[in-house]
């Protein structure tokens, strides 16, 4: 990959001359903790008497220098990294790339706070400061520039060791909690306070080659979480916040406090569905399918998505209906589509469904798992897709009695990264929320849905033949009889219909609202026409906010976008998808169709009519409840009076 113009290289040459330094941080200091405190370590396996507890070779991995013993006061990582494994003597292919790992991502790390530091003036101060000619009037500076050059030093380093390790983790995973020794006075110093730590969790967790691995990059994760927050009220900054540098020998590019996780697909063993076995659902359908392309239109150097730029990206989307109706084959559709397009194009692409497994009885662990699992999806190196089926089960409603602790963590997780102050949409994901019973979904939640796919099944006589003739198979001789297969399923023809279905509501509650403003205003041909329906809509169902209207308007702009993508573009890479950033804007700039009243209205129509139906459900609900309860308290007082006689 070649640089683009935003990205600064980082030469070899200024990495490889901080190995020395970065193998001496390794070999061993001396650190007296001055926040965290010290774990427990993982209980030494039982030795015959007379075995002497030392390796009986010093280490062979090039480049590293080892001691057999450490002094207790003194951090030892590579000591630490050897006794992973016990009693052997060698040095396993894990620990050597863990070593390797980290004496790289620590040499990055140094040579990028020296970048920052000739950058930002702080080199010219620490040479002041070392002759004692260091201004008074510059020491607040001075202090400040050392507290930005240790943040940027530490989230590079561990930045830098989770994307080189990643290729080298199994499916063993280790929870290491928070990285608390965040010493920020220096770079030096806050690199001590940080291997100290992860000396420490690799003393209590690491006891093979698989938890090893897994520990250091579990602590590498955590603790740019834990800079990048702490980044946030410390100043002097921008110029790391904004740069990127380009380390071409691992493919590494380092985004300010951007997590650059190494690009790694799932395993998919889901069976995937063509769009014809989608029968119904024409609407659904026909934005799965554009959604499906729309993806394929990022851009891996700009890190962001023309259709994102533009309008008309859908981040999330909720797809309810009645059970059996063909959500799951919607997703397995989706899934495979992309699936496939980024199997030509060479891209990684990641699917990860978000299930009541993820719900935990510990406090916390459940917003981690949501957490964990927005982080892999939004992750920038690859095109993900994530979803949430029966969201109705998995998020609590806030209010709601029965939702559990895990389920309520779940939904302030899934709402901050849906809609959050911190939300980037860059356009290489989606999210899919889906449930059969929508009106249970907080209702914040639910609106944080962009889009709204109504998943009601077959509809039509040709529908229910053209299910029957795909469900029964091939292995019977019953004629079809007068009947062209899958004909009513032709996608262009369907989802104009369906379009054109909603110039009017289908909801009754809805409908009234219509007719009422369509006789005081006429016909609905101005934005200030548009707005009045807008406002009563909202007296209707003060759960209509302003939230509902952008949702409408992002959906107008997905109209706007009314076209899908060639296919022969998902076929041959070189036509659009390896195009550069402003050839793919301008390719779909040319395609663009006007917006239009009618647009409006029907995409109104849509959004009013889902929520009137959830509101409606939710109503019914509600009183059915309220209805068991008085007859729950009527039988009980029946049963008082009847023990009192």
Same mark, same amino acid.
């Given at each position: 990959?070649?640089?683009?113009?935003?990205?600064?290289?980082?030469?070899?040459?200024?990495?490889?001359?901080?190995?020395?330094?970065? *193998?001496? /941080?390794?070999?061993? !200091?001396?650190?007296?903790?001055?926040?965290?405190?010290?774990?427990?370590?993982?209980?030494?396996?039982?030795?015959?008497?007379?075995?002497?507890?030392?390796?009986?070779?010093?280490?062979?991995?090039?480049?590293?220098?080892?001691?057999?013993?450490?002094?207790?006061?003194?951090?030892?990582?590579?000591?630490?990294?050897?006794?992973?494994?016990?009693?052997?003597?060698?040095?396993?292919?894990?620990?050597?790339?863990?070593?390797?790992?980290?004496?790289?991502?620590?040499?990055?790390?140094?040579?990028?706070?020296?970048?920052?530091?000739d950058s930002s003036g702080l080199s010219e101060l620490k040479r002041q400061n070392l002759a004692g000619a260091l201004p008074g009037d510059r020491k607040a500076e001075f202090s400040e520039l050392l507290t930005a050059e240790a943040l940027a030093v530490a989230h590079v380093f561990a930045n830098a060791a989770a994307f080189?390790?990643?290729?080298?983790?199994?499916?063993? #995973?280790?929870?290491?909690?928070?990285?608390?020794?965040?010493?920020?006075?220096?770079? =030096?110093?806050?690199?001590?306070?940080?291997?100290?730590?992860?000396?420490?969790?690799?003393?209590?967790?690491?006891?093979?080659?698989?938890?090893?691995?897994? &520990? *250091?990059?579990?602590?590498?994760?955590?603790?740019?979480?834990?800079?990048?927050?702490?980044?946030?009220?410390?100043?002097?900054?921008?110029?790391?916040?904004?740069?990127?540098?380009?380390?071409?020998?691992?493919?590494?590019? /380092?985004?300010? !406090?951007?997590?650059?996780?190494?690009?790694?697909?799932?395993?998919?063993?889901?069976?995937?569905?063509?769009?014809?076995? *989608?029968?119904?659902?024409?609407?659904?359908?026909?934005?799965?399918?554009?959604?499906?392309?729309?993806?394929?239109?990022?851009?891996?150097?700009?890190? $962001?998505?023309? !259709?994102?730029? /533009?309008?008309?990206?859908?981040?999330?989307?909720?797809?309810?209906?009645?059970?059996?109706?063909?959500?799951?084959?919607?997703?397995?559709?989706?899934?495979?589509?992309?699936?496939?397009?980024?199997?030509?194009?060479?891209?990684?692409?990641?699917? =990860?469904?978000?299930?009541?497994?993820?719900?935990?009885?510990?406090?916390?662990?459940?917003?981690?798992?949501?957490?964990?699992?927005?982080? #892999?999806?939004?992750?920038?190196?690859?095109?993900?897709?994530?979803?949430?089926?029966?969201?109705?089960?998995?998020?609590?409603?806030?209010?709601?009695?029965?939702?559990?602790?895990?389920?309520?963590?779940?939904?302030?997780?899934?709402?901050?990264? !849906? +809609?959050?102050?911190?939300?980037?949409?860059?356009?290489?994901?989606?999210?899919?929320?889906?449930?059969?019973?929508?009106?249970?979904?907080?209702?914040?939640?639910?609106?944080?849905?962009?889009?709204?796919? $109504?998943?009601?099944?077959?509809?039509?006589?040709?529908?229910?033949?053209?299910?029957?003739?795909?469900?029964?198979?091939?292995?019977?001789?019953?004629?079809?009889?007068?009947?062209?297969?899958?004909?009513?399923?032709?996608?262009?023809?369907?989802?104009?219909?369906?379009?054109? #279905?909603?110039?009017?509501?289908?909801?009754?509650?809805?409908?009234?609202?219509?007719?009422?403003?369509?006789? #005081?205003?006429?016909?609905?041909?101005?934005?200030?026409?548009?707005?009045?329906?807008?406002?009563?809509?909202?007296?209707?169902?003060?759960?209509?906010?302003?939230?509902?209207?952008?949702?409408?308007?992002?959906?107008?702009?997905?109209?706007?976008?009314?076209?899908?993508?060639?296919?022969?573009?998902?076929?041959?890479?070189?036509?659009?998808?390896?195009?550069?950033?402003? &050839?793919? &804007?301008?390719?779909?700039?040319?395609?663009?169709?006007?917006?239009?009243?009618?647009?409006?209205?029907?995409?109104?129509?849509?959004?009013?009519?889902?929520?009137?139906?959830?509101?409606?459900?939710?109503?019914?609900? +509600?009183?059915?409840?309220? *209805?068991?309860?008085?007859?729950? =308290?009527?039988?009980?007082?029946?049963?008082? $009076?009847?023990?009192?006689?």
């Amino acid at each position: 990959m070649s640089l683009t113009a935003d990205q600064m290289e980082l030469r070899e040459e200024d990495i490889a001359k901080h190995y020395d330094a970065a *193998v001496a /941080l390794l070999d061993g !200091f001396d650190h007296t903790p001055r926040i965290a405190k010290g774990r427990e370590p993982a209980a030494a396996p039982e030795r015959s008497p007379g075995i002497a507890r030392t390796r009986r070779f010093r280490s062979t991995t090039p480049g590293l220098v080892t001691r057999s013993t450490a002094r207790p006061e003194g951090v030892h990582l590579i000591a630490r990294i050897e006794a992973s494994d016990g009693d052997d003597p060698l040095v396993s292919p894990a620990q050597a790339n863990v070593m390797h790992g980290l004496r790289r991502a620590l040499a990055i790390a140094l040579a990028v706070g020296e970048l920052y530091a000739d950058s930002s003036g702080l080199s010219e101060l620490k040479r002041q400061n070392l002759a004692g000619a260091l201004p008074g009037d510059r020491k607040a500076e001075f202090s400040e520039l050392l507290t930005a050059e240790a943040l940027a030093v530490a989230h590079v380093f561990a930045n830098a060791a989770a994307f080189l390790l990643a290729p080298h983790l199994s499916e063993v #995973s280790v929870e290491v909690g928070e990285v608390e020794e965040v010493l920020t006075e220096n770079a =030096q110093l806050a690199l001590h306070g940080l291997l100290w730590e992860l000396d420490q969790d690799l003393a209590a967790l690491a006891t093979d080659d698989a938890r090893l691995v897994a &520990t *250091v990059c579990a602590f590498a994760e955590q603790l740019m979480e834990k800079v990048a927050l702490r980044a946030q009220s410390a100043g002097r900054l921008e110029g790391f916040a904004k740069a990127s540098y380009r380390v071409e020998a691992d493919d590494l590019t /380092l985004r300010g !406090f951007t997590p650059a996780r190494k690009g790694k697909g799932s395993t998919l063993t889901m069976t995937f569905k063509k769009p014809h076995e *989608v029968v119904g659902n024409h609407i659904a359908k026909y934005q799965a399918l554009r959604l499906s392309k729309m993806l394929m239109a990022y851009d891996f150097d700009r890190r $962001l998505n023309p !259709f994102a730029e /533009l309008g008309g990206f859908i981040f999330t989307f909720m797809g309810d209906g009645k059970p059996g109706t063909g959500k799951t084959t919607l997703i397995q559709m989706m899934a495979g589509l992309i699936n496939e397009y980024c199997g030509v194009a060479g891209y990684t692409f990641r699917y =990860q469904n978000l299930s009541t497994d993820n719900i935990d009885s510990y406090q916390g662990k459940s917003g981690q798992n949501a957490k964990a699992f927005i982080n #892999s999806i939004i992750d920038p190196g690859v095109i993900g897709f994530g979803t949430i089926d029966d969201i109705d089960q998995l998020a609590g409603k806030r209010g709601d009695r029965q939702s559990s602790a895990g389920q309520l963590e779940i939904t302030a997780v899934l709402m901050e990264s !849906f +809609a959050g102050a911190n939300t980037v949409v860059r356009g290489n994901c989606t999210f899919g929320m889906f449930s059969n019973y929508p009106e249970n979904v907080d209702d914040a939640l639910r609106q944080r849905a962009g889009a709204r796919f $109504l998943v009601d099944g077959p509809q039509t006589r040709e529908d229910y033949i053209d299910i029957l003739a795909l469900l029964m198979g091939k292995k019977h001789d019953i004629p079809m009889g007068a009947h062209e297969l899958f004909s009513a399923q032709e996608i262009k023809r369907a989802v104009a219909k369906s379009f054109e #279905s909603h110039s009017k509501p289908h909801e009754p509650g809805l409908l009234e609202v219509f007719d009422r403003v369509h006789a #005081s205003v006429g016909e609905l041909d101005t934005i200030a026409k548009l707005g009045t329906y807008l406002k009563a809509i909202q007296e209707a169902d003060e759960r209509f906010t302003g939230r509902a209207i952008k949702n409408i308007t992002d959906a107008v702009k997905v109209r706007a976008m009314d076209f899908e993508l060639p296919d022969e573009w998902m076929e041959n890479p070189e036509l659009f998808l390896f195009r550069d950033y402003a &050839t793919k &804007t301008a390719m779909i700039e040319d395609l663009r169709v006007p917006i239009t009243t009618e647009m409006v209205i029907q995409e109104i129509n849509r959004y009013a009519d889902s929520e009137f139906r959830y509101a409606d459900k939710s109503d019914e609900a +509600a009183i059915a409840e309220m *209805v068991r309860d008085f007859g729950r =308290q009527e039988e009980a007082k029946r049963r008082y $009076l009847e023990s009192k006689s």
